[in-house]
């Protein structure tokens, strides 16, 4: 076994024992393009406790840094806090080499790991806000469906004051120094608000309710540990992150504008280009993304502190551009809320694309506002001054609303 990990101490008798894996940059359709961590944490007392464990390629790397404090045979229990694979995946030779006397889990959790590796598993089931003691070591279990998972579920341990949030209040970062102080504030707000973007925003009203509730509980957080990326161990890094999340959920419509587009002969760009002009002059933040070089969780994070969308493409075979296609599919699953937006684009001869984009503008939710803009070919100087006087409208209407 590899020797050169070790665990990292972040309380009193917790270690985390994850992995850190730098090369990963596709995450089911995520962009993950500062790769990512896999949080796992061993509580020793007298009955040590492994919270999850890690994506399967990265077991040797988890079993070094708990053989660097322990015997991994000694841990008498595991946790499963989230079934998804890259928390569940190396579970079962976990289990093979240290026999645990129980390994837990939700309902659903242990519904989805028996569908995972279809084979019978010795699994104890947790019921929400269930209070129990392993050793001399305190637990609460609290399911939190939907948050991203139906199995998904918080550990809170008492002596130390950690709660064990999995996926939840996590990003995708590869980092070294596993402390949120330890990072960049600005890294971490970007990368802490595309993974709520591209992945709870669907599940906004389960959001608000476990931060509703979560005070009902009476915990004294004082460390806040997800299963993806740093550690919050401060008062004030507890309450930064918990109160973007708040912030999230609201989707307030905000005075910027995102443009994103696909282009044939640089038509549809120049049009882009011209609506951009016409939100800056009115002073309004906008971010234009050329699918070219922009990747769908990029736009998608863009948009959660956004008040407008507007999209271009021209039209192919009586279609829109294949790659505008994957980005209206993705948000569509996304549901963000709050945005007016409208369509653009140059034609060749049917000119469908504009109507295509306005019904899956609507069909994701997206108020249209303003009318939509098409060019024959080339866009002239009477086009793209139409383009402009759309940005400003759309400018104009976000400061009038905010």
Known sequence: MNNTFDAIKISDKVYWVGAIDNEIRDFHGYNASRGTTYNAYLILGEK????????????SEMMARITSI???KKISYIISNHAE???SGCLLPTIEIIKPEKVFASKMGALALKAHFHQQLDLTEINHGEKFSLGDATFTCIETRMLHWPDSMFTYFANDGIL???DVFGM????????AQQNERVVMRYEAMKYFANILLPYTSFVTKILDTLPNFGFDIKILAPDHGPIWNTASDINWIMDLWHKWTQQKSTEKVVIFYDTMWNSTAKMANAIADGVMVENTLVKVMPLSVSHRSDIATELLESGALVIGSPTINQQI????ADILCY???LKPKNLIGQAFGSYGWGGESINILQEELKNIGIKLFDIPIKTL????????AACRTLGQNIAKELKNSS
């Open 85 to 87: 694979m890259d928390h």
């Open 321 to 324: 551009f294949p790659t505008v």
């Open 172 to 179: 995708h970062l590869a980092t070294y120094k596993i402390l």
């Open 70 to 72: 322990i015997d991994p």
């Open 164 to 166: 064990f949030s999995q």
């Open 377 to 384: 070919y080339v866009p002239n100087d009477n086009c793209l």
């Open 331 to 333: 948000l569509k699953g």
């Open 48 to 59: 040590p406790v492994l919270i999850d464990t890690v994506k399967a390629p990265f077991f």
